[in-house]
Every structure is written in C-alpha cells, then in structure tokens.
C-alpha cells in the first residue's frame, strides 16, 4: 500500500463531519507541497494537526537519515511560549500525544502536539487523526528528499559533462586537472577539491600519492604533498576502494598535515578497468554535515567519468603525438633521401667546375660555396635530428584557455556566457600572468554560480588597458545580472582571493555595476600590468 492510500485509508471509520475536513485539508497541504517548499509544507500540517484535534501547541520533528541530527523542525503556536518551557511541560496521559512520521517503513522523525484547548485530554479519535496527517507529513518529506536527490544528481552529470569537455580540449595536462579538482569542489559544496596521482616507487618503497591539483580557498600550498605509501588510507586507493571520513583532522589514518585543517571527506579511486589513474580527494570544512548516501555514489560517478575522460583524453594525446611522429619521421626521411642528396650532387658540380677553372677569383668564390653547402648539410643533419627527438608540448594560447574556462563554466550555469578580447592577448600576456588571470577567471565564474543567481554573464579581456600611471595592463572583466554582492562585513573569499592575486602582480581588483537594468549586477574587474614586446 502507497503512502496516499494508507493516509486515506486512515480515515475510514471516522465521523462524516471529520472525514471531509480532513479532505479538504489534506488537499489545501498537498497543493502546498507540490512547490517543494518543505518546510513551509511542515508548518502547514503543524497547524493542520493543532486544529485538527484542538492542542494549542504542535511540533514536527524531521531527523536526518544519515547523522540522526535535527534535520528541520516546524512549529504552531510554540512561538509564543518560552521553548524550554514547552520541553517542560509534563508527559501526563492524555496531555500529549507523540506519533512517529514514517512512510514505507522508514521513519523520518515524529509530530508531537501538546494541551488540549479545552484542558481535557486526547482521545483515540485524535490519535487515528494525528496519524493520517503523520502520513502526510511523512508524504511531503520523501517528495522533498526525492527532489533534492535528483536535482543533485542533474548537477553532478551536468559537472561531469564539464570536466570531459574541459578534458578533451585542453592541450595542458595539469591544467585539466585543475577543472576536475574545481568542479568536484563545487559540485561536493566542499572547501576544497584535490586530484592526486601515483608516484613512481623510489628505493625500496613502493611509491605513493602527490597532490598534482587544488582548488579552494588557502589550497595552493596542497600542490606537491605526497601521501606515502604506507599511509593507511593510499594502500585501499591504491588497491580501488573509496575511503570514507567523518573528521579528517582526527581520523588516525590520515597521516598528512593538510588533513588537518579539513573535516568530511571523501577520497575516491579514479578507475578505469583494472587500472587505477589517480585519486579523487573532496573535503569539507570542520564541523560541516557528513555526506550522504546519496552523495557519496555520485561522487563515485562523477570519479569514474573524470577516469574515463582522462583515458580519453589520455588516448587522444597519444594519437596526435603519434600523428606528430609519423609526420617528422616523413620530414626527417625527405631532408636526408632527397634534400642533402642534391646538395652533395651540386657540391660535386661546383668542385668540378673548380678543377676547371683556371681564373683564381672563381676558383675562391667556388671554394666558399662549397664551404657553405657543407655547413648547409651539418644543419640539416642537426634538423634531422631534432626530428627525431620528444617533441615539446605545444603552448596553448591565453584567448583559447579563456574560451575553454567559459565553456567549462556553461554546463553548471545553465547558459552560455558571452565572450569579447581586445588586444594582442596571446603575444602580450606572458604565461604567469595568463595563469592568475585564469585562475581570477575560474574563481569570478565559480562566484557568479553560486551566489549571483544570474542569467546572462559577459567575459571580456583587454589587453590594451592602462593603469593609473600610464604603464599598460590586461583587464579581465566579468560581469552577470544577478543579485549583487553581500555588504563590505560579509565578503566573500572568492573576491579577497581574486584581490590577492591582483596585488601579487601589482595591479588591483574591483567590483562595480554589472549587466541588469538600472546597473543590476556584479562587475568584477581584475587589471594588472603587462610587458609590451619589443618593437611595439
């Protein structure tokens, strides 16, 4: 039997004058729950209850199915009393009535009505019609959590959509991983989203775990920690299994100095077959809720795709270099079968013509040009060789990353955000101002999509701003239409982070109007000066 049928099979039995009034009521609560408004749907059927069988106060308590901690509680008429005066108040028969919330046989918590308004005490009739409205109760918190859960689990798909489209068109390994790191963060509602690889075994070890990647506030130092190998907590990752932590800064097996300052945690093995390719570490801050059942399996999913992505990608950079081989091998065999095959058949023509001549002017100038042919052929035989070396990665333009960070940003936001350069921004920006200003980039867009409730978001970068003093800067630019920034006293870390790398490079950051009607929004500016090449 279906909650609805067992809450309507509640009734049966019960005076016509009941049974209609509590219809009608069941259908005002339900019509209040399709909104998913939880806890405005709970106050409702506290005063539903309380009216029903006449209490003056009412309470329904929902606990939380992984701690058992107060998960929310909602109320009628307790407001009016001292709280400490209602936990007083004596559990006589008949004074108090306390029936559990539970549909299916899981129990989400209780509803407890106190003092009748008559002063008399609760019968057997209050009692069949407090449970009906349990059921209710019990009705409203399962759709509430089913919704929760599959709006969680759209977020997390839509994250691993980002990071395989992030993964697949960067030509920056590691700064792939910093996508993944940061949209694990963001998805977990975490303090920090850290990737991890295997190292080589040294001596006689057997290798361990070293943080390749951090995201989130006071993580840049994580970068470089290794994890050993005889850590409790690398041997399970090692071997596949996810492991699981309730406080990290207590937890005997989490022997690093950067556990320390985290709470839940959650460390999952990125695998793909039998292989496993690194590890996937998302903690909270000390003192935040545990992660769910729920959470914990999406995690385990978005790891898997960052996993699969990662072979992808892994796959793809091995075809291109491959590609690239192939087509310097094709140079290389060209430069020696052909090219230096005519100059040393025009070196023997020009020698030739030499022993011919018998004017010494051109039998100098010949000799040069053979000379010269010669060391033509030392520099191919050198080019040919550099051929056939490890071809170094090829960099990757700013304006493409910036691109590529949009892009990335796009799944979560829900919508594509504009983008316009100014300038020579390749060639102007240098590769550790590119690096802040990506970073300043993520953190603007990662603050927009958290707090900012925007709908539209314009990306610019100019590279032909001018400070103050005249010296010519790079201006990134990001502005939304949403709700504004918070006052000076409640500012948010992203922009003191953004601030700070403005400062390092010794330029500044701001925020002024954004995008919406009237100067709506937030515009977050980030400028610092630029080196102009030679000659321009």
Same mark, same amino acid.
């Given at each position: 039997?279906?909650?609805?049928?067992?809450?309507?099979?509640?009734?049966?039995?019960?005076?016509?004058?009941?049974?209609?009034?509590?219809?009608?009521?069941?259908?005002?609560?339900?019509?209040?729950?399709?909104?998913?408004?939880?806890?405005?749907?709970?106050?409702?059927?506290?005063?539903?209850?309380?009216?029903?069988?006449?209490?003056?106060?009412?309470?329904?308590?929902?606990?939380?199915?992984?701690?058992? @901690?107060?998960?929310?509680?909602?109320?009628?008429?307790?407001?009016?009393?001292?709280?400490?005066?209602?936990?007083?108040?004596?559990?006589?028969?008949? &004074?108090?009535?306390?029936?559990? /919330?539970?549909?299916?046989?899981?129990?989400?918590?209780?509803?407890?009505?106190?003092?009748?308004?008559?002063?008399?005490?609760?019968?057997?009739?209050?009692?069949?019609?407090?449970?009906?409205?349990?059921?209710?109760?019990?009705?409203? /918190?399962?759709?509430?959590?089913?919704?929760?859960?599959?709006?969680?689990?759209?977020?997390?798909?839509?994250?691993?959509?980002?990071? &395989?489209?992030?993964?697949?068109?960067?030509?920056?390994?590691?700064?792939?991983?910093?996508?993944?790191?940061?949209?694990?963060?963001?998805?977990?509602?975490?303090?920090?989203?850290?990737?991890?690889?295997?190292?080589?075994?040294?001596?006689?070890?057997?290798?361990?775990?070293?943080?390749?990647?951090?995201?989130?506030?006071?993580?840049?130092?994580?970068?470089?920690?290794?994890?050993?190998?005889?850590?409790?907590?690398?041997?399970?990752?090692?071997?596949?299994?996810?492991?699981?932590?309730?406080?990290?800064?207590?937890?005997?097996?989490?022997?690093?100095?950067?556990?320390?300052?985290?709470?839940?945690?959650?460390?999952?093995?990125?695998?793909?077959?039998?292989?496993?390719?690194?590890?996937?570490? /998302?903690?909270?801050?000390?003192?935040?809720?545990?992660?769910?059942?729920?959470?914990?399996?999406?995690?385990?999913?978005?790891?898997?795709?960052?996993?699969?992505?990662?072979?992808?990608?892994?796959?793809?950079?091995?075809?291109?270099?491959?590609?690239?081989?192939?087509?310097?091998?094709?140079?290389?065999?060209?430069?020696?079968?052909?090219?230096?095959?005519?100059?040393?058949?025009?070196?023997?023509?020009?020698?030739?013509?030499?022993?011919?001549?018998?004017?010494?002017?051109?039998?100098?100038?010949?000799?040069?040009?053979?000379?010269?042919? @010669?060391? &033509?052929?030392?520099?191919?035989?050198?080019?040919?060789?550099?051929?056939?070396?490890?071809?170094?990665?090829?960099?990757?333009?700013?304006?493409?990353?910036?691109?590529?960070?949009?892009?990335?940003?796009?799944?979560?936001?829900?919508?594509?955000?504009?983008?316009?350069?100014?300038?020579?921004?390749?060639?102007?920006?240098?590769?550790?101002?590119?690096?802040?200003?990506?970073?300043?980039?993520?953190?603007?867009?990662?603050?927009?999509?958290?707090?900012?409730?925007?709908?539209?978001?314009?990306?610019?970068?100019?590279?032909?701003?001018?400070?103050?003093?005249?010296?010519?800067?790079?201006?990134?630019?990001?502005?939304?239409?949403?709700?504004?920034?918070?006052?000076?006293?409640?500012?948010?870390?992203?922009?003191?982070?953004?601030?700070?790398?403005?400062?390092?490079?010794?330029?500044?950051?701001?925020?002024?109007?954004?995008?919406?009607?009237?100067?709506?929004?937030?515009?977050?500016?980030?400028?610092?000066?630029?080196?102009?090449?030679?000659?321009?």
């Amino acid at each position: 039997m279906d909650a609805a049928a067992q809450a309507t099979r509640g009734l049966q039995g019960m005076p016509p004058e009941f049974t209609a009034r509590v219809s009608q009521l069941l259908e005002a609560m339900r019509s209040i729950g399709t909104g998913l408004d939880l806890h405005t749907t709970l106050d409702r059927i506290a005063e539903t209850a309380a009216e029903l069988v006449q209490a003056r106060y009412a309470s329904i308590v929902v606990i939380d199915s992984v701690s058992g @901690d107060l998960d929310e509680f909602a109320s009628f008429g307790v407001d009016t009393v001292d709280r400490e005066r209602l936990d007083e108040i004596p559990e006589e028969p008949g &004074t108090s009535l306390s029936v559990p /919330i539970e549909v299916d046989g899981e129990n989400f918590g209780e509803i407890v009505l106190s003092e009748k308004a008559d002063g008399g005490t609760f019968t057997g009739n209050d009692l069949q019609l407090v449970r009906v409205i349990a059921t209710e109760a019990g009705i409203a /918190i399962g759709n509430a959590r089913l919704y929760e859960a599959s709006r969680q689990q759209a977020h997390w798909i839509n994250g691993a959509n980002a990071v &395989t489209t992030a993964l697949l068109s960067s030509a920056d390994a590691k700064d792939a991983l910093q996508v993944v790191a940061e949209q694990a963060r963001t998805l977990a509602d975490a303090a920090a989203g850290v990737v991890l690889l295997p190292m080589d075994a040294e001596g006689d070890g057997e290798g361990g775990l070293e943080i390749v990647a951090a995201a989130g506030e006071g993580t840049e130092d994580m970068v470089g920690t290794v994890v050993p190998w005889y850590s409790p907590v690398a041997a399970k990752l090692a071997a596949g299994e996810a492991v699981f932590v309730d406080d990290s800064a207590h937890d005997p097996r989490m022997i690093t100095k950067v556990a320390q300052r985290f709470g839940p945690s959650m460390m999952l093995p990125m695998v793909s077959g039998a292989r496993v390719l690194g590890t996937l570490a /998302i903690p909270r801050a000390p003192g935040a809720p545990l992660y769910t059942a729920a959470e914990k399996n999406l995690a385990r999913r978005f790891a898997s795709q960052a996993a699969l992505a990662l072979v992808i990608d892994e796959a793809q950079r091995d075809r291109e270099r491959l590609a690239v081989y192939e087509d310097r091998d094709r140079i290389a065999r060209d430069l020696h079968d052909l090219v230096i095959q005519r100059l040393f058949a025009t070196g023997m023509m020009l020698q030739g013509a030499r022993r011919s001549s018998v004017v010494e002017s051109v039998q100098d100038r010949l000799d040069k040009a053979v000379d010269e042919l @010669d060391k &033509t052929i030392q520099e191919i035989r050198t080019a040919i060789y550099s051929l056939q070396q490890e071809p170094s990665q090829v960099a990757t333009g700013l304006r493409a990353l910036v691109l590529r960070e949009v892009a990335t940003a796009a799944a979560p936001l829900g919508f594509q955000p504009s983008t316009s350069f100014v300038g020579a921004v390749d060639a102007i920006v240098d590769d550790d101002t590119g690096r802040h200003l990506l970073a300043a980039l993520r953190e603007a867009l990662s603050n927009a999509f958290r707090h900012a409730r925007a709908s539209q978001i314009g990306v610019s970068v100019d590279a032909t701003a001018r400070l103050p003093d005249g010296r010519h800067a790079v201006r990134l630019t990001v502005a939304d239409d949403g709700v504004g920034i918070p006052a000076e006293g409640t500012r948010r870390s992203g922009l003191r982070n953004i601030e700070a790398r403005a400062e390092s490079l010794g330029g500044s950051a701001w925020t002024a109007p954004g995008l919406g009607d009237c100067g709506g929004g937030t515009s977050v500016v980030w400028q610092v000066p630029v080196s102009l090449p030679d000659g321009e």
